[in-house]
């Protein structure tokens, strides 16, 4: 009888299989000397620019002045001579489409050059812009496929990078995709909108305060992300994970995380090698990788680089992830960054660390360490409080994604309820500015630790809450509802936007009550008891996972949006659209286009695993069940034919009755994913969540049932127990 052979034989490959670890010597390499080597940064641009070109480069940069058209011709050039020498032979516009992923098409320096041979060329013209066909990126309808133009254009306040490649390099110019009539067919022009929204509102109070130095305000982001390495050998029998990212069966292994001793324990050394090898990368384009650690989960990992502009922070997020794949496969392992892969262990997310901040240097949510005296902080802080009690829906819709679903509202960190938490010392502020005016701040003083040898510790003034969805920490907000495979554009996006209207309300309040005579104190003193009564509904500082949070948010009439399919129609709500067209972050269209491409990704997502489910149900699942039934069966009948009742009758009744459950609940799956549902696109999502869903889940439990009852030699897919532990 054939068994599971190819799980065993997988088995004693990966046991047997060296990876060389040893790739990189930091002895002789300096680190100095390569950070940044493959940018396009400042010091290139200012050694290989003329010197009027580059100061102009140079106020687009830094100062959001618009591009001088008249220097981009001399641009090209020298990025060009750059890239070659740097090894490249072709450049690529790259960009970030509605998919969710990047983008590219590269294109060659070199044509002939008249005569018989070859030269390169690269203009302003194609510096600027580039004309990718858009037809086959979703657009939700902003195009029709005869349609198909679409045009990406430079992004000068993102470097342009070398990307080395096997057998060559290219150079890569970071781009924002538009349609042919304007509208944004990508994640980084309505980012950049939005920051442009902040920056204009933070300004005004900046003003009022006497700021006349700054000229821009950035928000800036840092971004945790979570990750699982597992052995590639097992990724090959698993077509849920090749085509879906995570397991649509796998039985709960006997070890998960419950003994806690994953979490910042010692670092497998192929996983190091991993870390150390992607942080090299990340040295080279110029993005400050700075943690590496160990996650809770058996096989997950989490990388944080130093916070930057949140325009670059996007774009060296997006590199990361690739990095992150790339790498891992070079020692045989997969980067599943999936927001849950494995059921029943925790699932990976992507911290946001977010904050807004001067062109000249000044974190506008730094509290100091008198944070009741402080007035400014406590503006902007309060801003960002009063934005997510106004417009908590759209923080959560932010995040919306059939696989982040997995997370948010399903018993896992965060909860899909949006608040906010802000420790005890500003909890304390915020209760004294609502009874009137802050008059005291409560100081952290020191630790003791009880051993004298120790230094004595300052003790931060307000602790941690590791279950909240936006937390205040020490400086910046940290909205940890983000998805682990996010581009997270979207939720900057949303969260400056949301940000933008609450200083734009302030500032017009604070501005009329100048006007008409009273100071700024007086003038704050009034509006902030005002906001904080209005928004303080939204402040937690509890534990978000309980059910009596779940009550209490209802109570108190916080948003509860479930699932990406609840989220949907708040896109095209009044409200959003007046928000986003007041700031001009989204267009009427390009949000209705974004309720389409999103409802559209949900669906295909879930068919894609629907399918995927049924094909390992019916020819792997299935299959080794009924061949385990039939070694039962000979058992039985063999032991008749001795004249003895065999103990694997009962066996065999389990099985059978296993076999025809599994059976039931394909066919009912098969079903759901067969009838023709009326409507909209998002009539489907609803259908593919409330039925497709649904049976996928029962056809999960029958799939895993069986997986636990039959013999192990038989069993087909590579379990939860080898794959998160072997994969070391
Ligand atoms: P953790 O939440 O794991 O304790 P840290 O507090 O060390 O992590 O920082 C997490 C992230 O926050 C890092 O990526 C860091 O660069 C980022 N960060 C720190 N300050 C800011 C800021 N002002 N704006 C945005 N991100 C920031
Ligand atoms: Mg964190």
């Not at 949140?310 to 980067?335: F, P, W």
């Not at 500015?433 to 120790?454: N, P, R």
């Not at 949907?568 to 267009?587: A, M, N, Q, R, S």
């Given at each position: 009888?054939?068994?599971?052979?190819?799980?065993?034989?997988?088995?004693?490959?990966?046991?047997?299989?060296?990876?060389?670890?040893?790739?990189?010597?930091?002895?002789?390499?300096?680190?100095?000397?390569?950070?940044?080597?493959?940018?396009?940064?400042?010091?290139?641009?200012?050694?290989?620019?003329?010197?009027?070109?580059?100061?102009?480069?140079?106020?687009?940069?830094?100062?959001?002045?618009?591009?001088?058209?008249?220097?981009?011709?001399?641009?090209?050039?020298?990025?060009?001579?750059?890239?070659?020498?740097?090894?490249?032979?072709?450049?690529?516009?790259?960009?970030?489409?509605?998919?969710?992923?990047?983008?590219?098409?590269?294109?060659?320096?070199?044509?002939?050059?008249?005569?018989?041979?070859?030269?390169?060329?690269?203009?302003?013209?194609?510096?600027?812009?580039?004309?990718?066909?858009?037809?086959?990126?979703?657009?939700?309808?902003?195009?029709?496929?005869?349609?198909?133009?679409?045009?990406?254009?430079?992004?000068?306040?993102?470097?342009?990078?070398?990307?080395?490649?096997?057998?060559?390099?290219?150079?890569?110019?970071?781009?924002?995709?538009?349609?042919?009539?304007?509208?944004?067919?990508?994640?980084?022009?309505?980012?950049?909108?939005?920051?442009?929204?902040?920056?204009?509102?933070?300004?005004?109070?900046?003003?009022?305060f006497?700021?006349?130095?700054?000229?821009?305000?950035?928000t800036?982001?840092?971004?945790?992300?979570?990750?699982?390495?597992?052995?590639?050998?097992?990724?090959a029998?698993?077509?849920?994970?090749?085509?879906?990212?995570?397991?649509?069966f796998?039985?709960?292994?006997?070890?998960?995380?419950e003994?806690?001793?994953q979490?910042?324990?010692?670092?497998p050394?192929?996983?190091?090698?991993?870390?150390?090898?992607?942080?090299?990368?990340?040295?080279?384009?110029?993005?400050?990788?700075?943690?590496?650690?160990?996650?809770?989960?058996?096989?997950?990992?989490?990388?944080?680089?130093?916070?930057?502009?949140?325009?670059?922070?996007?774009?060296?997020?997006?590199?990361?992830?690739?990095?992150?794949?790339?790498?891992?496969?070079?020692?045989?392992?997969?980067?599943?960054?999936?927001?849950?892969?494995?059921?029943?262990?925790?699932?990976?997310?992507?911290?946001?660390?977010?904050?807004?901040?001067?062109?000249?240097?000044?974190?506008?949510?730094?509290?100091?360490?008198?944070?009741?005296?402080?007035?400014?902080?406590?503006?902007?802080c309060?801003?960002?409080?009063?934005?997510?009690?106004?417009?908590?829906?759209?923080?959560?819709?932010?995040?919306?994604?059939?696989?982040?679903?997995?997370r948010?509202?399903?018993?896992?960190?965060?909860?899909?309820?949006?608040?906010?938490?802000?420790?005890?010392?500003?909890?304390?502020?915020?209760?004294?500015?609502?009874?009137?005016?802050?008059?005291?701040?409560?100081?952290?003083?020191?630790?003791e630790?009880?051993?004298?040898?120790?230094?004595?510790?300052?003790?931060?003034?307000?602790?941690?809450?590791?279950?909240?969805?936006?937390?205040?920490?020490?400086n910046?907000?940290e909205?940890?509802?983000?998805?682990?495979?996010?581009?997270?554009?979207?939720?900057?996006?949303?969260?400056?936007?949301?940000?933008?209207?609450?200083?734009?309300?302030?500032?017009?309040?604070?501005?009329?009550?100048?006007?008409?005579?009273?100071?700024?104190?007086?003038?704050?003193?009034d509006?902030?008891?005002?906001?904080?009564?209005?928004?303080?509904?939204?402040?937690?500082?509890g534990?978000?996972?309980?059910?009596?949070?779940?009550?209490?948010?209802?109570?108190?009439?916080?948003?509860?949006?479930?699932?990406?399919?609840?989220?949907?129609?708040?896109?095209?709500?009044?409200?959003?659209?007046d928000?986003?067209?007041?700031?001009?972050?989204?267009?009427?269209?390009?949000?209705?286009?974004?309720?389409v491409?999103?409802?559209?990704?949900?669906?295909?997502?879930?068919?894609?695993?629907?399918?995927?489910?049924?094909?390992?149900?019916?020819?792997?699942?299935?299959?080794?069940?009924?061949?385990?039934?039939?070694?039962?069966?000979?058992?039985?009948?063999?032991?008749?034919?001795?004249?003895?009742?065999?103990?694997?009758?009962?066996?065999?009744?389990a099985?059978?009755?296993?076999?025809v459950?599994?059976?039931?609940?394909?066919?009912?799956?098969e079903?759901?994913c067969?009838?023709?549902?009326?409507?909209?696109?998002?009539?489907?999502?609803?259908?593919?969540?409330?039925?497709?869903?649904?049976?996928?889940?029962?056809l999960?439990?029958?799939?895993?049932?069986?997986?636990?009852?039959?013999?192990?030699?038989?069993?087909?897919?590579?379990?939860?127990?080898?794959?998160?532990?072997?994969?070391?």
């Amino acid at each position: 009888m054939g068994g599971a052979t190819s799980r065993q034989e997988t088995i004693s490959a990966l046991v047997a299989s060296k990876v060389v670890l040893n790739r990189l010597n930091y002895r002789e390499i300096s680190c100095k000397s390569i950070y940044g080597c493959n940018v396009f940064n400042e010091d290139v641009q200012k050694a290989r620019l003329p010197k009027p070109v580059f100061k102009a480069l140079q106020k687009t940069i830094k100062l959001g002045q618009p591009l001088d058209p008249g220097i981009a011709d001399s641009v090209a050039a020298a990025m060009r001579d750059w890239a070659i020498e740097k090894g490249a032979t072709h450049y690529c516009h790259w960009f970030q489409p509605m998919t969710g992923a990047t983008a590219e098409k590269h294109d060659s320096f070199f044509g002939p050059d008249g005569g018989s041979g070859t030269a390169a060329e690269f203009s302003g013209k194609e510096l600027i812009k580039g004309e990718p066909d858009a037809s086959s990126f979703p657009s939700g309808g902003l195009r029709a496929t005869f349609e198909a133009r679409g045009y990406t254009a430079w992004d000068p306040t993102s470097p342009a990078f070398i990307l080395e490649q096997p057998n060559g390099a290219t150079l890569v110019i970071p781009t924002a995709f538009l349609s042919w009539t304007g509208e944004a067919l990508d994640k980084k022009t309505p980012l950049l909108r939005s920051m442009e929204a902040l920056s204009t509102q933070a300004l005004r109070i900046l003003r009022l305060f006497g700021n006349t130095e700054a000229t821009k305000v950035f928000t800036t982001v840092g971004t945790e992300q979570e990750y699982f390495l597992i052995d590639k050998h097992f990724i090959a029998l698993r077509p849920d994970i090749i085509n879906c990212g995570r397991t649509l069966f796998g039985a709960r292994p006997p070890k998960g995380q419950e003994l806690e001793d994953q979490y910042f324990a010692s670092i497998p050394e192929r996983v190091v090698a991993i870390m150390a090898e992607v942080e090299h990368e990340c040295m080279k384009l110029g993005i400050p990788a700075k943690t590496r650690h160990n996650e809770v989960a058996p096989a997950q990992y989490e990388l944080a680089p130093i916070f930057e502009l949140s325009n670059l922070a996007v774009d060296h997020q997006m590199m990361t992830m690739e990095i992150l794949r790339k790498t891992a496969e070079k020692y045989g392992m997969a980067c599943l960054l999936h927001e849950k892969p494995f059921a029943g262990i925790n699932g990976s997310g992507k911290h946001n660390n977010w904050s807004m901040s001067t062109d000249t240097g000044e974190n506008l949510l730094n509290p100091g360490d008198t944070p009741h005296d402080n007035a400014q902080f406590l503006i902007f802080c309060a801003a960002c409080i009063r934005a997510v009690a106004r417009y908590g829906g759209l923080l959560r819709l932010s995040v919306c994604g059939a696989s982040n679903d997995h997370r948010l509202g399903a018993n896992e960190a965060p909860p899909a309820i949006m608040s906010v938490f802000l420790g005890s010392q500003l909890t304390d502020v915020v209760e004294q500015i609502e009874k009137g005016a802050a008059k005291t701040s409560k100081a952290g003083g020191m630790f003791e630790t009880g051993v004298s040898v120790l230094p004595k510790l300052p003790r931060d003034a307000g602790d941690r809450n590791r279950t909240s969805p936006f937390a205040f920490t020490g400086n910046k907000f940290e909205f940890r509802a983000v998805g682990s495979s996010q581009n997270p554009a979207g939720a900057n996006t949303i969260l400056n936007t949301m940000v933008a209207e609450s200083l734009d309300y302030m500032a017009t309040e604070l501005e009329k009550a100048i006007k008409s005579g009273k100071t700024l104190n007086t003038a704050i003193q009034d509006m902030l008891p005002k906001i904080i009564k209005e928004s303080k509904h939204v402040i937690f500082n509890g534990d978000n996972y309980t059910e009596e949070w779940h009550k209490e948010a209802e109570k108190r009439g916080l948003p509860n949006l479930k699932n990406t399919v609840d989220c949907l129609p708040l896109i095209t709500e009044k409200g959003t659209i007046d928000l986003f067209t007041k700031y001009k972050v989204y267009t009427k269209r390009e949000l209705e286009s974004r309720a389409v491409i999103f409802a559209e990704a949900y669906v295909k997502t879930l068919t894609i695993e629907a399918n995927t489910m049924l094909m390992m149900a019916k020819t792997m699942i299935l299959p080794s069940a009924i061949r385990y039934q039939t070694e039962l069966a000979q058992a039985v009948a063999s032991g008749k034919a001795a004249g003895i009742e065999s103990p694997a009758y009962e066996t065999l009744k389990a099985v059978v009755e296993a076999i025809v459950d599994c059976q039931k609940k394909t066919a009912a799956l098969e079903k759901a994913c067969s009838h023709h549902v009326e409507g909209e696109v998002y009539d489907h999502a609803k259908y593919a969540r409330d039925k497709v869903f649904a049976a996928m889940g029962e056809l999960r439990k029958t799939g895993d049932k069986i997986e636990t009852m039959i013999a192990d030699d038989l069993w087909p897919l590579p379990t939860y127990r080898e794959m998160l532990f072997l994969s070391r």
